[in-house]
T-cell receptor
Framework: QQQVKQSPQSLIVQKGGISIINCAYENTAFDYFPWYQQFPGKGPALLIA?????SEKKEGRFTISFNKSAKQFSLHIMDSQPGDSATYFC???????FGTGTSLTVIP | NAGVTQTPKFRILKIGQSMTLQCTQD?????MYWYRQDPGMGLKLIYYSVGAGITDKGEVPNGYNVSRSTTEDFPLRLELAAPSQTSVYFCASTPDRGHGYTFGSGTRLTVV
């Protein structure tokens, strides 16, 4: 049973636009919510993560929004750039599951 | 600081052959994992370890074996390779479950 559910499967965004990827979880014991970025031919790399004591965390153009009551968290990429084109995975602590991934394409 | 090192990067096996995928980390992480990723798909857990001497099965363990004799090393053994094991294999580590994973660069395996 998938511990985290990710959507959408793919996303196409114009350069300069906002990319939004969503993730939902069930287990309220989870206390760490990371997002990973994977470029073709490379391993996933930790991009940004949040703990449930805050509702938002921002690092440069990347922001995680966390909604504890809805058991959802999302990744927002502001001013999306072609170099952001990659696959993004969400995950949750205590679970070895990853989301199914979102393939992001940013069109110049 | 090398992080997680996987060898080899590429390998072609014939059906029925065996091989060991090596994974070493130099961060003194307790938790280590093996995932496989098929083209265009997500990550599926094969085996994991919470410390030296302790291993456990993940979602897709059939056809694989692991050992964890030291904190640093977590090799994955393929016995009697099958075409269904054609995939990219990633090793990852983390100090504990409340932190992110550090992944290796992967081993691309083709079984023909």
């Amino acid at each position: 049973q998938q511990q985290v559910k990710q959507s959408p499967q793919s996303l196409i965004v114009q350069k300069g636009g906002i990319s939004i990827i969503n993730c939902a979880y069930e287990n309220t014991a989870f206390d760490y919510f990371p997002w990973y970025q994977q470029f073709p031919g490379k391993g996933p790399a930790l991009l940004i993560a949040i703990r449930p004591d805050v509702s938002e965390k921002k690092e440069g153009r990347f922001t995680i929004s966390f909604n504890k009551s809805a058991k959802q968290f999302s990744l927002h990429i502001m001013d999306s750039q072609p170099g952001d084109s990659a696959t993004y995975f969400c995950a949750a602590s205590m679970s070895t599951d990853f989301g199914t991934g979102t393939s992001l394409t940013v069109i110049p | 600081n090398a992080g997680v090192t996987q060898t080899p990067k590429f390998r072609i096996l014939k059906i029925g052959q065996s091989m060991t995928l090596q994974c070493t980390q130099d961060m003194n992480h307790n938790y280590m994992y093996w995932y496989r990723q098929d083209p265009g798909m997500g990550l599926k857990l094969i085996y994991y370890s919470v410390g030296a001497g302790i291993t456990d099965k993940g979602e897709v363990p059939n056809g694989y074996n692991v050992s964890r004799s030291t904190t640093e090393d977590f090799p994955l053994r393929l016995e009697l390779a099958a075409p269904s094991q054609t995939s990219v294999y990633f090793c990852a580590s983390t100090p504990d479950r409340g932190h992110g994973y550090t992944f290796g660069s992967g081993t691309r395996l083709t079984v023909v």
